[in-house]
T-cell receptor, first 114, second 114 residues
Framework: ETGVTQTPRHLVMGMTNKKSLKCEQH?????MYWYKQSAKKPLELMFV???????ENNSVPSRFSPECPNSSHLFLHLHTLQPEDSALYLC?????????????FGQGTRLTVV | AQSVAQPEDQVNVAEGNPLTVKCTYS??????LFWYVQYPNRGLQFLLK??????LVKGSYGFEAEFNKSQTSFHLKKPSALVSDSALYFC????????????FGPGTRLSVLP
């Protein structure tokens, strides 16, 4: 248990569905991240929130929409996804702006788009 | 831009033998370097980090890493491998610019054979 909780752990959705992934951290961190991990590909950064403000959007399609209502919660809203969006979605959090602290990851949500 | 390379996709080692997983990096300033491990369908677990100070860093589960500034390397090592060490290992560097992003290498799959 790392202190970062993601729900659901598994999600199957059709291409016309709308769903949301949830991430919660109880570590008092001030930065939160969404990463995408596909088979045979490196970890891809999607979004970064620092102090609840989105500070990076790494050229992610608009069918992915993040939301950070407070420093403990992060959502990823999904709509009209494509089969190639099937992947493990990882949330992480970290503390500080000096670069010295590590990130803590959740267990991930395994998303399958059918 | 900061980047991380892991030159080996796969490392095989016999149980009880020493293991090394290689990592090289490219940064413009001071490198903040991290190692993570990932077991199947799980998130990333933090192993150790180099921020400053001694070049040999000790971490969790008997792992250590050696920082070499002249070779821009940060290789992960363990004196005696266990079958349970079999997993995917990621090296990362922290971008201390705007966004506080972690840049990950492509990962190295370690197989420890009994």
């Amino acid at each position: 248990e790392t202190g970062v909780t993601q729900t659901p752990r598994h999600l199957v959705m059709g291409m016309t569905n709308k769903k949301s992934l949830k991430c919660e951290q109880h570590l008092g961190h001030n930065a939160m991240y969404w990463y995408k991990q596909s088979a045979k590909k490196p970890l891809e950064l999607m979004f970064v929130y620092s102090l609840e403000e989105r500070v990076e959007n790494n050229s992610v399609p608009s069918r992915f929409s993040p939301e950070c209502p407070n420093s403990s919660h992060l959502f990823l809203h999904l709509h009209t996804l494509q089969p190639e969006d099937s992947a493990l979605y990882l949330c992480a959090s970290s503390q500080g702006r000096t670069g010295r602290t590590e990130a803590f990851f959740g267990q991930g949500t395994r998303l399958t788009v059918v | 831009a900061q980047s991380v390379a892991q030159p080996e996709d796969q490392v095989n080692v016999a149980e009880g033998n020493p293991l090394t997983v290689k990592c090289t990096y490219s940064v413009s300033g001071n490198p903040y370097l991290f190692w993570y491990v990932q077991y199947p369908n799980r998130g990333l677990q933090f192993l150790l980090k180099y921020i400053t100070g001694d070049n040999l860093v000790k971490g969790s589960y008997g792992f250590e890493a050696e920082f070499n500034k002249s070779q821009t390397s940060f290789h992960l090592k363990k004196p005696s491998a266990l079958v349970s060490d079999s997993a995917l290992y990621f090296c990362a560097v922290r971008d201390i610019g705007y966004g506080q992003n972690f840049v990950f290498g492509p990962g190295t799959r370690l197989s420890v054979l009994p």
